[in-house]
């Protein structure tokens, strides 16, 4: 069974930092594209991140210089650190595997329960 | 970057009827879109994908329609378990989510 297990969210003050991780069951990480999507408070869906192959990494642009995307294949992990956090990064952070196909990713088949992060002074 | 619209922003309907939600491309995503359903609380629950293909374990009451720009998630007859935000997405050109259509009860 896919399980992804997030953790690492909090109360973080602007400029700060936060490491998010996934832990991901029933397969592994290397064999899909993996993302973070984030939720600001009622509002929608936001794709964050992408990382598949060794060294590749896909940012949206509002967090592009600020957020890095990585994995530990030895524990079938993901992560986000997350710098230079701004009042608008406040979300819940899912993380999200890909049906993947081809060379990018497809639809999101199984997300993760999401944990939340908030920038507040 | 493509920009997908979703409408209404929200629809009510009476448990039984037909819901029919629209999501559309600001260009062509050829079939390469997915439908999510989410309840408060809880992740987005992947139901359509490829357009019109239901995923494992979606009920047959759920269909999906449309190519290009133009897309369509119906629900034939709404249960109560059915109220909730549903949202597409596209992955055509990388990875962007509409801004979601909530159902809610008339």
């Known amino acids: 069974e896919v399980q992804l297990v997030e953790s690492g969210g909090g109360l973080v003050q602007p400029g700060g930092s936060l490491r998010l991780s996934c832990v991901a069951s029933?397969?592994?990480?290397?064999?899909?594209?993996m993302s973070w999507v984030r939720q600001a408070p009622g509002k929608g869906l936001e794709w964050v991140s992408a990382t598949y192959s060794a060294g590749s990494a896909y940012y949206a642009d509002s967090v592009k210089g600020r957020f890095t995307i990585s994995r530990d294949n030895s524990k079938n992990m993901l992560f986000l650190q997350m710098n230079s956090l701004r009042a608008e990064d406040t979300a819940v952070y899912y993380c999200?595997?890909?049906?993947?196909?081809?060379?990018?990713?497809?639809?999101?088949?199984?997300w993760g329960e999401g944990t939340l992060v908030t920038v507040s002074s | 970057e493509t920009v997908m619209t979703q409408s209404p922003a929200t629809l009510s309907v009476s448990p039984g009827e037909r819901a029919t939600l629209s999501c559309r491309a600001s260009?062509?995503?050829?079939?390469?879109l997915a439908w999510y359903q989410q309840k408060p609380g809880q992740p987005p629950r992947l139901l359509i994908y490829?357009?019109?293909t239901r995923a494992t374990g979606i009920p047959a009451r759920f269909s999906g329609s449309g190519s290009g720009t133009e897309f369509t998630l119906t629900i034939s007859s709404l249960q109560s378990e059915d109220f909730a935000v549903y949202y597409c997405q596209q992955y055509y050109n990388w990875l962007s989510f509409g801004g979601g259509t909530k159902v809610e009860i008339k």
């Open positions: 490829g357009a019109s």
């Open positions: 999200a595997r890909s049906y993947t196909s081809g060379w990018s990713p497809d639809y999101f088949d199984f």
């Open positions: 029933g397969f592994t990480v290397t064999s899909n594209y």
């Open positions: 260009q062509s995503v050829s079939s390469n």
